[in-house]
């Protein structure tokens, strides 16, 4: 007969035996689903974005006198707000599983309605932009590892914003200029129609974007009117750089 207490001692070691398998089996199907095909996203560490509308991280009347306060809260609260209402119905109209990274979707966005890429592109967009901005800096720019690769690829700093500024000018109605990495690790600079991104299957550019300009009149319009160029110029005063270069280093 066995003692009790070997019993016991083998009872116990056997929950424990039980208990780390479990968590073996979950950390497995945790690490297998963070590796699956549909979970790869252009950026080694995950950058993800929901599907709902974030706090605008400042007031309405932080970005003054580059931003005034009625276009920023128009085009948060209304426009902004508008596109994440509408890329919900989406998701739902079409089975869309809201809960997943929308780069995901945006990868993929050859698959889905005009409404999906349109309000998708549009939510995504807006999302990375209020994080791109901060209160007015003077003598703004970056710094680092990211400075470093900006004048390695583009000469300068002056010649970056030069070339990224025309992307911005040259976009003819409503879209966006983009700095970006593209497949190779390498810097450019690009701009696309509407609420597309480079991040969009259907995009003529490709790769993980660090920094997005919005061009739409309704970004600029109450205070720059049809002065698109003079918009363009102040808003590098409220380039969050920080958040660009936190973007930088997950590629």
Known sequence: ??????????IKNAAKGAALV??????????LAAC???NKLTSKTMVTTGFDQSPLPYAYNALENVIDAATMEIHYSKHAAAYSKALKEAAQAEGVDATQP???VLNNINKYSVKMRNNAGGHYNHEMFWKSMQPKTNNNQPT???LTAIEKTFGSFAAFKTQFGDAGKTRFGSGWAWLYVDANKVLK??????QDNPLMSVSDIKGFPLLGLDVWEHAYYLKYQNKRADYIENWWNVVNWNYVASRFETV
């Open 1 to 10: 007969m066995q003692p009790k207490n070997s019993r016991r001692s083998f």
């Open 189 to 194: 600079i690009g701009s696309t129609p509407n």
């Open 144 to 146: 680092g590892k990211l």
């Open 102 to 104: 929308l780069e995901t």
């Open 36 to 38: 699956s095909p549909q």
């Open 22 to 31: 479990a968590i073996s089996s979950g950390t497995a199907s945790s690490l």
